[in-house]
């Protein structure tokens, strides 16, 4: 059964620091996705990662995929408190999406 | 233009009775998904429908579930005889088509229905 471990679960850091939240998924999978849920309000993706190797920015954050190690990244630099959110990882498979518990990012001042 | 819409937004009901959820997708998209959220956690992926086709139902929680698409726009999906254990936040999506088997890579959410068993 494919299962996804997201960790840390709970993350609080400071503005300006960086950090890394780790996605570890326990079979092969066609495609991994990272998406972020504000408070109360729906799922925005953010990234699809499809390859071995693969590495995606999109302003402070950054997502890689190893699919040798069935382990993704998501990176983030230089965290500004418009950051603070859910952020989930969700690997597909056939016919199944399975998503990660999520990281609650909370950026501080 | 305009996204994935769900209602009602809010579902109080009291456990027993019958409830339906209503997703319309994005114009066009043939794919559309139902997920269950509880409250913490991450998203229960639940059924999918390819058209009006729901190839795999594998996924609904029980019997008390079932899903509807008519007309490749609108689903319904009904939780008979709630139970407290239904209540979740509901999110629909949708695609251009379905996302597996290198199908398009973005599914669209709608904002969820939340729903409460009393």
């Known amino acids: 059964e494919l299962k996804v471990e997201q960790n840390p679960l709970f993350l609080s850091m400071q503005e300006g620091k960086n950090y890394t939240i780790y996605c570890n998924y326990s079979?092969?999978?066609?495609?991994l996705y990272w998406y972020r849920q504000d408070p109360g309000k729906s799922l925005e993706s953010l990234f699809v990662?499809?390859?071995?190797?693969a590495v995606k920015q999109e302003g402070r954050l950054m997502a890689s995929l190893d699919t040798k190690a069935r382990l993704s990244t998501l990176h983030i630099t230089a965290a500004v408190h418009d950051l603070s959110a859910t952020y989930f990882c969700?690997?597909?498979?056939?016919?199944?999406?399975?998503f990660g518990a999520g990281t609650r990012l909370t950026v501080k001042p | 233009g305009a996204g994935v819409s769900q209602s009602p937004s809010n579902k109080v009901t009291e456990k027993g009775k019958d409830v339906e959820l209503r997703c319309d997708p994005i114009?066009?998209?043939?794919?559309l998904y139902w997920y269950r959220q509880r409250l913490g956690q991450g998203l229960e992926f639940l059924i999918y429908?390819?058209?009006?086709?729901?190839?795999?139902k594998s996924g609904l929680p029980s019997d008390r579930f079932s899903a509807e698409r008519t007309g490749e726009s609108v689903s319904t999906l009904t939780i008979q005889r709630t139970q407290q254990e239904d209540s979740a936040v509901y999110l629909c999506?949708?695609?251009?088509?379905?996302?597996?088997?290198?199908?398009?890579?973005?599914?669209?959410f709608g904002p969820g229905t939340r729903l409460t068993v009393l």
């Open positions: 999506a949708s695609s251009l088509g379905v996302v597996w088997r290198g199908g398009p890579d973005t599914q669209y």
């Open positions: 079979t092969t999978s066609d495609r």
């Open positions: 990662l499809l390859s071995n190797g």
């Open positions: 969700a690997v597909e498979m056939d016919n199944d999406m399975r």
């Open positions: 114009s066009g998209h043939t794919a």
């Open positions: 429908f390819q058209g009006n086709s729901a190839p795999d």
